[in-house]
């Protein structure tokens, strides 16, 4: 809890006390009323500012306090086996890998040339392969 969060609380604590009283004071004389009433809009903008104060230095003591934390890759302690680990964060593996994952397939499970070209083209064994209509298949091996 930090002092703001009390003063917060108190000055909330303060406004209802002083329209109760202003209510109070409003049954005898309507004109009694507004000192009350002014007084308790004085505390409730009090309290809604030290709400945010507080609401401020927790959000800026929690930024603190991640930002002093050491920062870890997702697979950190981990050495690389092979391009497509390396460049896919550790989701897939290549064919040739000997690594002690292997076998994991490439995210999206598919052919080696469609993660080089970038999804354009596919192996001739792939099985995600579709060949658009009136386009001829492209053959397998390297380009």
């Known amino acids: 809890m930090t002092p703001s969060l009390r003063t917060a609380r ?5 406004a209802a006390l002083l329209l109760a009283a202003a209510g109070y004071a409003a049954a ?3 004109w009694l009323a507004l000192p009350g009433l002014y007084a308790a809009a004085v505390f409730a903008w009090c309290a809604a500012r030290e709400g945010a104060m507080h609401r401020r230095s927790v959000l800026l003591a929690r930024r603190a306090e991640r930002l ?5 890759s997702p697979a950190a302690g981990l050495e690389p086996c ?30 080696e040339r469609w993660w080089t070209s970038l999804g354009a083209r596919h192996d001739a064994s792939c099985r995600r ?11 397998a091996g390297p380009r």
């Open 10 to 14: 108190a000055c909330r604590a303060t």
């Open 28 to 30: 005898h004389h309507p």
């Open 68 to 72: 002093a934390r050491p920062r870890r």
């Open 82 to 111: 092979c391009a497509f680990w390396r460049y896919s964060f550790g989701a897939g593996h290549g064919p040739e890998c000997a690594g002690t994952a292997a076998g994991v397939p490439v995210h999206g499970d598919c052919c």
């Open 129 to 139: 392969r579709t060949d658009a209509p009136g386009r001829e298949p492209e053959a």
